[in-house]
């Protein structure tokens, strides 16, 4: 029984200790405002072709791809008959600053971390006077290139093209002349389809789809250290969505 009292008091140190590391983290940060988002609508975005720019890993455009995901989440919810939701800037903040502070392995799909994305995220839009009556946060580990699931590959640095990943085990030497099948890179949109439609599956449809949910701001991060590595490249994908209780409370 003292084995665990202690074991409680340690875990709970640790966590103070780390919500007060992450609030004076929050101060420090503020993002510019995405400049896809400020000129396009999710209509005129994909009319426009941009989002067909294959995924680059080694030069990835963050603005790009958190703005294809958000356009891609208004482009489904328009699908189902939703209004899209409006890009507000305090919520960005919140997302970007957690998408920030925390490492890859906080963005799994884990009860422990969604209610730890959740705090992060009301504590910062908070701060920034964010006047959202309700928050939903969506955070996710995302595949950086188009592997399909449980297939075996290996890793190339010497690759001088592509994304340096190949399916099948290492060739030996003997197998030299073997024929290698490259996996291929996602285009921005790709990855953005394949982020957005685990939103509006099982119990996450009812928020994605949810018409009390007007506003919103979207974080993906592609860490350079994830990067041409022996392991499959993954994202941080961060959304948060929010509404106003009866639409009553300005938020200026």
Same mark, same amino acid.
């Given at each position: 029984?003292?084995? #665990?009292?202690?074991?409680? #008091?340690?875990?709970?140190?640790?966590?103070?200790?780390?919500?007060?590391?992450?609030?004076?983290? $929050?101060?420090?940060?503020?993002?510019?405002?995405?400049?896809?988002?400020?000129?396009?609508? *999710? &209509? $005129?975005?994909?009319?426009?072709?941009?989002?067909? &720019?294959?995924?680059?890993? &080694?030069?990835?455009?963050? @603005?790009?791809?958190?703005?294809?995901?958000?356009?891609?989440?208004?482009? #489904?919810?328009?699908?189902?008959?939703?209004? =899209?939701?409006?890009?507000?800037?305090?919520?960005?903040?919140?997302?970007?600053?957690?998408?920030?502070?925390?490492?890859?392995?906080?963005?799994?799909?884990?009860?422990?971390?969604?209610?730890?994305?959740?705090?992060?995220?009301?504590?910062?839009?908070?701060?920034?006077?964010?006047?959202?009556?309700?928050?939903?946060?969506?955070?996710?580990?995302?595949?950086?290139?188009?592997?399909?699931?449980?297939?075996?590959?290996?890793?190339?640095?010497?690759? &001088? @093209?592509?994304?340096?990943?190949?399916?099948?085990?290492?060739?030996?030497?003997?197998?030299?002349?073997?024929?290698?099948? =490259?996996?291929? =890179?996602?285009?921005?949109? @790709?990855?953005?389809? @394949?982020?957005?439609?685990? *939103?509006?599956?099982?119990?996450?449809?009812?928020? $994605?789809?949810?018409?009390?949910?007007?506003?919103?701001?979207?974080?993906?991060?592609?860490?350079?250290?994830?990067?041409?590595?022996?392991?499959?490249?993954?994202?941080?994908?961060?959304?948060? #969505?929010?509404?106003?209780?009866?639409?009553?409370? =300005?938020?200026?």
């Amino acid at each position: 029984m003292r084995k #665990i009292t202690i074991l409680f #008091i340690l875990i709970n140190s640790l966590s103070w200790s780390q919500s007060k590391s992450f609030k004076a983290f $929050s101060k420090t940060f503020i993002p510019e405002e995405n400049s896809y988002l400020k000129t396009y609508n *999710w &209509e $005129s975005f994909f009319e426009s072709g941009i989002a067909q &720019e294959a995924l680059d890993l &080694e030069n990835v455009d963050q @603005e790009l791809l958190s703005a294809t995901v958000f356009f891609t989440f208004n482009k #489904i919810r328009a699908k189902k008959r939703r209004a =899209p939701l409006a890009f507000n800037q305090k919520l960005y903040k919140s997302v970007y600053t957690y998408g920030n502070y925390y490492r890859l392995g906080s963005f799994k799909r884990r009860d422990g971390n969604i209610r730890k994305a959740r705090k992060c995220v009301k504590y910062v839009a908070t701060q920034e006077q964010y006047h959202g009556a309700f928050q939903k946060v969506f955070i996710q580990q995302s595949q950086a290139i188009n592997k399909k699931k449980r297939a075996s590959y290996h890793y190339d640095r010497k690759a &001088e @093209e592509g994304t340096g990943y190949y399916y099948g085990d290492k060739p030996k030497v003997k197998d030299s002349v073997k024929e290698l099948k =490259p996996i291929e =890179p996602y285009t921005y949109e @790709e990855f953005a389809n @394949e982020v957005v439609k685990m *939103w509006f599956r099982g119990s996450n449809a009812k928020f $994605s789809k949810g018409k009390a949910y007007t506003e919103g701001a979207c974080y993906v991060f592609i860490h350079h250290k994830n990067v041409r590595k022996r392991y499959i490249p993954y994202a941080r994908v961060l959304l948060v #969505i929010g509404g106003r209780r009866m639409l009553l409370i =300005p938020d200026t």
